[in-house]
């Protein structure tokens, strides 16, 4: 059984910064070989793809984060890090982590809100 704890969502003003981090655990997931992910929803839209980082460390942003996000990876704690800068009003929403692709059931994520 996987599990998928993320952390670090707070209410934040817009401009400011963010690290978000989520922890893998459970015998079936063998973090180092997996590409990890970091996800988005926000109220009333579907969940996103926000950032890719692969098992060799190679990264993929989608373009509205581009530039402001970084993803790492830390493989002897089975962490994944979402730092995330000029936040905009638009980043409101609860992030998740996941492989991708995503297999592993969803963890509870952390809520992020950007405010004016």
């Known amino acids: 059984q996987v599990q998928l704890v993320e952390s670090g969502g707070r209410l934040v003003q817009a401009g400011g910064s963010l690290r978000l981090s989520c922890t893998a655990s459970?015998?079936?997931?063998?973090?180092?070989?997996?590409?990890m992910a970091w996800y988005r929803q926000a109220p009333g839209k579907q969940r996103e793809l926000v950032a890719v980082i692969s098992s060799g460390g190679n990264t993929n942003y989608a373009d509205s984060v581009k530039g402001r996000f970084t993803i790492s990876r830390t493989n002897a704690k089975n962490t994944v890090y979402l730092q995330m800068n000029s936040l905009q009003l638009e980043d409101t929403a609860v992030y998740y982590c996941?492989?991708?692709?995503?297999?592993?059931?969803w963890g509870q994520g952390t809520q992020v809100t950007v405010s004016s």
């Open positions: 459970g015998s079936a997931f063998i973090f180092r070989i997996k590409a």
């Open positions: 996941n492989g991708e692709p995503a297999e592993a059931d």
